[in-house]
Each structure stands twice: as C-alpha cells, then as structure tokens.
Nanobody, 128 residues
C-alpha cells in the first residue's frame, strides 16, 4: 500500500517562502520518480516540478522556474518543494505524486497520466 502525505502548506505573503514535504510509505522509494502538481480553484491540475529517482534529473513548469526547487532524500523517503518569491497566482492545493520507474535514473515524468500514486494535497495560499 503506497501512501503519500504532504505537509508544509499554509498562508504566506507575496514574496515569502514555504517548504513543502511529501513523506512516502514506499518500500522501494528510491526507485520512484516523484512530482509535484497543483490545482487552483476552477482550474485543471497542472504540473509544477519533477525529479528522477536518482535526483539526477529535474524539470520545472515555466511559471515556477527559478523560484521553486524540488529535491529528495531517499534515506528519509521524502521529497521536498522549496518555494521562494511566492506570488498570489501560486495559490493552490499542492499534490505530490509517485511514478514507479523501469530503473531509468533520469526518468522524470511531467504528465499526470504517468503517475500511479497521489497524496491528498496541502493548501498554499499567497496573499498580496
């Protein structure tokens, strides 16, 4: 049974920072690519960032590039999303997702359909 639990969301002023964490109960976490997505009210869930199981490959949505950083600690079964210079348009529920890979250390999926497991989400609200 795979479980993903996000934490670290909250209310922050524009220009501030938050660090999201996603704790995974996956026996072979180090073989899963991990991603962050977000969904604002009335909008589709969209890709934010992804990281390969090795940590050697990352991708970001253009809207967050240069402000957000995804990282992982395979010893702690945890993936992180450091969010700096937050903007009101970053307000959304943030979800982490896990994709069991075929062993490719550079596989870092960017599409929702590639992920098998999802967390319940954590709310991030950025005030202007």
């Amino acid at each position: 049974q795979v479980q993903l639990v996000e934490s670290g969301g909250g209310l922050v002023q524009a220009g501030g920072s938050l660090r999201l964490s996603c704790a995974a109960s996956i026996r072979t976490f180090s073989r899963y690519a991990m991603g962050w997505f977000r969904q604002a009210p009335g909008k589709e869930r969209e890709f934010v960032a992804t990281i390969s199981w090795s940590g050697g490959n990352t991708y970001y949505a253009d809207s967050v590039k240069g402000r957000f950083t995804i990282s992982r600690d395979n010893a702690k079964n945890t993936v992180y999303l450091q969010m700096n210079s937050l903007k009101p348009e970053d307000t959304a529920v943030y979800y982490c997702a896990a994709d069991p890979t075929d062993g490719n250390p550079y596989h870092a999926p960017r599409f929702r359909r590639e992920y098998d497991y999802w967390g319940q989400g954590t709310q991030v609200t950025v005030s202007s």
